[in-house]
């Protein structure tokens, strides 16, 4: 499996590529070109590390959306059979999330895979770090949550300017 970090790292990089583009096209806020582009970058990234992606509309893709919003996986090969191996990642987008708890994001909860990236916006900054305590509160409510649960919390808030993810890593420990 590619490292925690890497992965932090790379995902990252992608938001934050989408965000400055449409900083610098001028897009509307939330639109569907954000998530388009959000998902072509990830794409992107998926096949940087050798896994296959679903994602409806996104470019180069074998699938369109399948459980998740975006999901890279990976097939077993067997003589003329393949069979489905792993979900590597899942992820989740929503442009208003609902601020006590988003369903799209309990879809995350219950996804067994190695990381579980959730995508949001947010009206400010404040919103966002209020985005990650409500999901972590979620997490620690899950009866299936287990310890090394994987996830990155990705908001961005609707600045005039400047606008740049902000992405948390959070591991469940201690259950």
């Not at 006590?100 to 995350?108: A, V, Y």
């Not at 190695?114 to 409510?141: N, P, Y």
Request: net charge negative; with cysteine.
């Amino acid at each position: 499996m590619n490292s925690l970090n890497n992965i932090k790292a790379d995902v990252t990089s992608a938001l934050n590529t989408v965000a400055e583009r449409a900083e610098f096209e001028n897009w509307d806020w939330g639109t569907g070109i954000w998530t388009i582009a959000l998902k072509n970058e990830l794409a992107r990234l998926a096949r940087k590390y050798g896994y296959d992606v679903c994602a409806a509309g996104a470019e180069s893709v074998k699938y369109g959306e399948w459980l998740y919003d975006l999901c890279w996986y990976s097939m077993t090969k067997n003589g003329g059979d393949s069979y489905l191996q792993r979900i590597v990642l899942a992820a989740e987008l929503e442009w208003k999330p609902e601020p006590s708890g988003d369903g799209d994001f309990e879809k995350l909860i219950q996804a067994r895979c190695h990381h579980r990236l959730w995508i949001f916006g947010t009206k400010t900054q404040a919103d966002i770090e209020s985005m990650f305590k409500v999901c972590k509160r979620q997490i620690a409510e899950f009866e299936g949550s287990q310890n090394g649960d994987h996830y990155l919390l990705a908001g961005i808030a609707n600045l005039p300017s400047n606008r740049r993810y902000v992405v948390e890593e959070y591991i469940v420990a201690n259950l």
